[in-house]
């Protein structure tokens, strides 16, 4: 029975399935993998389950000489905490869990939206305080979104389900920007030219790229600076994407109207400047967090090992 380390714990019925297939063993902390313990790891088990942050980089990776480890099974379908590069050149396997999850982030994008264009943050720590004294006809007005145009950074699966919610559930307009051409978006939408012209003619920004080194600060000041002074930016990627420092610029300013994050740039810290502003609306990564959709993200990795340890063809080798 080949040997597993499972990073952390995942729902019951994911850990039922491993241990039926393998010698698993759990790490006890919800904390991801320092470097030093992903090197280590990597030449004591045959095979990891990483999720989000554990440190597989290239230094912990090539740390290792003939690593044990012949694949890595990431749970979850972004894996920029993975060097992949690294890994094959040490001949590890590295595999995600896409589909799963498209629905759920797309619907923490829509949250996302609402609560910040809507302030329903705000108002509902106003509520908590004990300080709201009563309903009136000018308190706390926001943007509505029927009829409004979303631009869309990066328009994949998950792409593609926020523009399906956008345009079919509240009749927006959707423009994208997409480093390759995509053919079709499922409803009506435009691919622009550049970020500059999404960034500058939607209402609502939204960040839906994978996390990598050349999305890294994608979301810069100069792309800020480009947008409607009523607009918004919803960050439901990774947290690099945007650069958090000149996000915080842009909504002390008043350059930009709001946001909603449900990611950082260095997670789980949170800087208090962006704490203390009340025009932004934040989640603690809730992407994918119902139990249903860990739960089928958990079993794509068993079968990504499954087929990996029978000598299958991966379904989701990236």
């Known amino acids: ?7 952390r714990a995942l729902p019951a019925t994911v850990m039922e399935a491993l241990n039926s297939e393998f010698e698993v063993t759990l790490r ?3 904390q991801p993998m320092s470097e030093d313990e992903a090197t280590v790891a ?3 088990y045959d095979a990891i389950l990483p999720t989000l942050g554990d440190g597989f980089t290239a230094a912990a990776i090539g740390r290792v000489d003939a690593p044990r480890c012949k694949v890595l099974a990431n749970f979850g379908v972004g ?5 992949t590069g690294a890994a094959l050149a040490k001949g590890i396997t590295v595999t995600n869990t896409p589909g799963a999850v498209t629905d759920a982030t797309a619907d923490i994008a829509m949250t996302l939206i609402l609560m910040a264009v809507r302030r329903a943050g705000e108002g509902e720590r106003l509520v908590r305080s004990g300080e709201w004294t009563g309903w009136h006809p000018v308190q706390m007005l926001g943007m509505h979104i029927g009829g409004k145009t979303v631009g869309i950074v990066g328009m994949g699966r998950i792409g593609k389900a926020i523009a399906r919610r956008c345009q ?3 009749g927006m307009s959707v423009v994208f920007h997409n480093r390759s051409h995509v053919a079709e978006v499922g409803v009506p939408a435009r691919q622009l030219g550049s970020l500059a012209e999404v960034m500058a003619e939607a209402d609502v920004v939204v960040c839906a790229v994978p996390g990598s080194p050349e999305t890294h600060h994608m979301i810069d000041a100069a792309a800020l600076s ?16 945007v650069d958090e420092a000149a996000l915080i610029a842009a909504l002390t300013s008043g350059q930009i109207a709001g946001a909603g994050l449900d990611v950082y740039e260095q997670e789980p810290y949170v800087p208090e400047a962006l704490r203390a502003l009340d025009n932004v609306a934040l989640l603690p990564h809730l992407g994918t967090n119902a139990e249903e959709v860990r739960t089928n993200m958990g079993m794509i990795a068993v079968e990504n090992l499954r087929a990996f340890f029978s000598g299958d063809a991966v379904p989701n080798r990236v």
């Open 28 to 30: 006890p902390t919800t």
């Open 79 to 83: 894996y920029n905490h993975i060097d």
């Open 168 to 170: 079919a559930g509240f």
């Open 42 to 44: 990597l030449s004591a």
């Open 1 to 7: 029975m080949m040997n597993l380390l499972v990073s």
């Open 226 to 241: 480009a947008m409607q002074p009523h607009a918004y930016l919803v960050n439901i990627s990774r947290g690099d994407v």
